[in-house]
């Protein structure tokens, strides 16, 4: 974990397809094949318990042609099998239709489009090696488990154990098949201008109810497709004049409704895993980020990522895990045995951003409407949060939120920029640990401020008060040690030996989403972020690049990253930076056409003079949780769409661009009920208010401006 980021020998991925439904996925080759050696595989509970799925006929492997993913979780691969006399074209043509739940339903057509019957033996090698996540992610299979292999009927078993843990996998191949030890074979002639087809199962050996059939036919729906029917219907329907926008966010929805994963102990909660492949799990900072930018399509989720998180948050101190007292996790892990991962434990507290932002979080989400006993039963838990701000996150009592690993197996950087080379100065030199990170201390001052906020709607004035006392001094002790006045912007963090880290990065434009950066100062950091040596011209790249660590392929130091540049927009319409925002949002929104209406988690920092397409980060996540929630913050953020239930009202100003065209929104979750938003031109309407609930034309007043000045405001 130390040095992990991105860039590991497993990470090279290539081209591969990637499925994913809840913390279930499969990796393969575009024909559809998964290979040894490769980090491929079909993952269960962070398990690979298929290793090897390689499909021949007779004898030959198949050449691919096109890889069609239908919805997250289901896809067409086609291929053609080499004609045995040398000549170009063949006329078998493989189909195989792939749905990832549980485990996988395969669906193998093989089609014959010449005048004559074709004699095939059609066969799937199989392997599982029940890596851990961890072990493939870093090409590091170390454990040898000892194997055995069962034949029953048209099933192969294969059961393997490593010291007292004992894993397995059932393949079905149905009644046709020939099953060994090593493999399912078909025996068969595909009649001239006919088809042959077999479905197969793969799933996990002991658990029940995996191994009924699921029917991959247009009439019959699977259990993921009735998961997808169910979100689909409890979410907004958008429809948008420009129509590669619309796709975007229908693409988002789609990635966002299979990355939700639940929580098992309580199965009626659903949080947001943080991304494919390597990623499907609860990460603090992530999931808190992605169900936020999430709320205006279902704010349920952003509710269950609290819960969880709360049940889940620090009591000890264990140097090991890095848990405190209060402490939001950063990773947390369902089924995690091989002690390679997090210290060994399922979760791993090394963090330092996820306390504020679940404080944040919690002051957006009481916005929405849930019930007050809800997020009452949060508030324990959110003050041990602030409390662990105080007590452990100021470590030397200066004011400032840091972090320096309690062991030297944890994260060296902590921030969301978290690879080990992630935060440097102007010149390239690392910075050493203990770094307070700029951003940090804006996510620590809106939490103050939203806590603010809730103690003064729950009558506690007292409390109120000394929360914002500590927002402003935190405010101004931030601006005055922060800023670099020679340089006309903010470090990246002071070092540990309180040196401002001078680089030029994007960390500043999340401290104008926060509000804490004075308004005069606000203007040079603008100019700064859309200056050419950032702003890529598909982004702000993560670092300048006139900075000696400036690379456009690296991870965190000149790369593109859209939940990034979401934030930034954020703060540029808070300081009225319109302009520029409506230029972040039109950049990010065009570079998703170029790959399918969905935006990675990160793509190469090169500019668009150079290239006219985004350059893909080999490694990136795709789907990833915050990039696929990008878009919808994008332009909920254009729409100024700020709904507060517990203030009787939704407000709404839109400034999105001409080119983006009417926009329609029906079955918008708010409060109780749904409305329906319509955008033309300057024209706005909602429709279907619950009662009580008021629109107003405008811009509500940021929860930060209010308790700066008058809590007692009427709004």
């Known amino acids: 974990m130390a040095g992990w980021n991105a860039d590991t020998a497993a990470g090279a991925l290539g081209a591969a397809v990637t499925l994913v439904e809840g913390s279930n996925f499969c990796i393969s080759l575009t024909n559809g094949d998964i290979v040894p050696g490769l980090p491929h595989g079909l993952f269960y509970e962070d398990t690979r318990i298929l290793s090897c799925w390689k499909l021949s006929v007779d004898g030959q492997p198949v050449e691919a042609l096109a890889s069609d993913v239908k919805q997250p979780y289901r896809v067409l691969f086609a291929g053609r099998v080499p004609r045995r006399d040398g000549r170009a074209d063949s006329p078998l043509v493989v189909e195989r239709l792939r749905e990832v739940d549980t485990g996988i339903t395969e669906q193998i057509t093989v089609r014959n489009y010449s005048g004559l019957p074709a004699e095939c033996v059609i066969a799937l090698e199989v392997e599982s090696d029940f890596a851990d996540l961890f072990e493939v992610k870093e090409a590091r299979v170390q454990r040898t488990w000892q194997e055995t292999r069962q034949v029953e009927a048209h099933s192969l078993i294969i059961r393997a154990t490593w010291q007292e843990i004992t894993k397995g996998v059932n393949i079905d191949g149905g009644p046709a098949a020939v099953v060994t030890p090593e493999a399912v074979t078909y025996r068969t002639t595909v009649p001239p201008h006919g088809q042959w087809n077999a479905q197969l199962r793969v799933a996990p050996w002991g658990v029940e109810g995996t191994l009924p059939r699921v029917h991959l036919d247009k009439e019959t729906l699977s259990p993921s497709d009735r998961r997808r029917q169910e979100w689909v219907g409890k979410i907004p329907l958008v429809h948008m004049g420009n129509r590669s926008i619309e796709r975007t966010l229908r693409r988002s929805y789609e990635d966002l409704g299979a990355l939700r994963i639940e929580d098992p102990k309580h199965p009626e909660r659903v949080v947001v895993a943080a991304g494919a492949p390597w990623f499907m799990a609860l990460f603090g900072r992530d999931s808190l980020w992605a169900s936020t930018m ?35 996790l950063h990773e947390v892990r369902l089924d995690v045995s091989s002690g390679l991962a997090l ?8 963090s330092v951003d996820a306390t504020p932002l679940f404080l944040m979080v919690l002051g957006e989400v009481s916005r929405w409407g849930f019930a007050k006993e809800t997020i009452a039963d949060l508030q324990p838990h959110a003050d041990r949060a602030m409390d662990w701000i105080w007590n452990y996150g100021d470590r030397d009592g200066d004011g400032f939120v840091e972090y320096a690993r309690l062991n030297d197996r944890g994260l060296i950087n902590q921030g969301w920029k978290d690879s080990w080379d992630g935060i440097n100065f102007a010149d390239g030199t690392l910075a050493e640990a203990p770094i307070a990170l700029s951003e940090v201390q804006g996510y620590v001052y809106s939490a103050c401020l939203a806590s603010a906020w809730m103690a003064h709607e729950v009558g506690d004035e007292a409390k109120a008060a000394q929360l914002r006392a500590r927002a402003l001094r935190l405010k101004q ?59 890529s011209g598909w982004g702000v790249r993560t670092l300048a690049d006139d900075m000696d660590a400036y690379n456009p392929v690296s991870y965190h130091n000149g790369s593109v990253w859209p939940h990034d540049n979401a934030i930034i927009q954020v703060g540029l319409m808070r300081y009225g930076f319109v302009e520029e925002a409506q230029r972040i949002s039109t950049a990010l929104l065009e570079a998703a056409e170029f790959s399918d209406g969905r935006l990675p988690e990160l793509f190469c920092g090169f500019s668009r003079e150079a290239f006219s397409a985004p350059v893909p980060y080999p490694t990136a996540c795709s ?20 709904p507060d239930v517990s203030q009787g ?67």
């Open 294 to 328: 999430a709320l205006p399509v279902d704010p349920s989720l952003a509710l269950g990522t609290l819960q969880t998180l709360a049940d889940l948050q620090g009591s000890v101190v264990d140097p090991l895990s890095e848990e405190e007292p209060g402490k939001i």
């Open 343 to 350: 210290g060994g434990k399922s979760a791993y507290y090394g």
């Open 477 to 535: 002790q931030f601006n005055d040690r922060f800023w670099l006045p020679d340089k006309g912007y903010f470090a990246i963090a002071l070092d540990g030996h309180k040196r401002p880290v001078d680089a030029c990065a994007s960390n500043m434009g999340h401290c104008l989403a926060t509000g804490i950066v004075d308004d005069d100062k606000a203007p040079s950091v603008v100019e700064h972020l859309m200056s050419d040596r950032m702003f």
């Open 623 to 642: 789907p990833q949780a915050w990039a696929a929630t990008t878009p919808i913050m994008l332009v909920s953020t254009l729409m100024r769409y700020d």
């Open 649 to 715: 009202g939704i407000w709404m100003d839109p400034v999105l661009p001409e080119s983006y065209g009417d926009l329609h929104i029906a079955n918008a979750p708010i409060g109780e009920g749904r409305i329906n938003i319509n955008i033309s031109g300057s024209s706005v309407s909602v429709d279907g208010l619950p009662e009580g609930m008021v629109f107003h034309r405008g811009y509500l007043p940021w929860v930060g401006d209010l308790m700066q000045g008058d809590p007692d405001r009427d709004l």
